[in-house]
């Protein structure tokens, strides 16, 4: 399998046509989404030790482990629902490893989603319609600020 295309579509950029099918699927439902929240860090960065280049040993800055879900869908108990859009995963893929350490660190009352396919999302918007738990549309964000 080949590596997904950045794809724009309706002012936002997009890792893969999945992403796109599923934001036009949760515009026409009119759920209240954003797509790409705030990118959360999941391990600060810090400084070690390490062998260098060079041979010698000396201070190395260790980058800061952070994540950016594709979707978080608001719930009108004030929690989230975040979704990620991911047809196959590449063996070794790193990203699935950030997926889990941000998944761990979902607040209590927010959920996290692999959905491999607009029947899967289907199936979460319908899991939280029924539930009655899916802010719908801009107004009834409004009312519950």
Known sequence: MGKSK???????QFDSMLEVSFYKVLKTKGITFIPHPPTVTLQEGYTALAVMKSGKISRSKIRSISYTTDFELKLNNGHSIFIEAKGWWRSGDASKIRWKMFHNQLAAGDYGFVAKNLKEL?????????SNLLIRNEDEAMELL
């Open 6 to 12: 950045k794809t724009f579509y309706d002012n936002h």
């Open 122 to 130: 289907n199936l979460i918007i319908d899991f939280y319609r029924e």
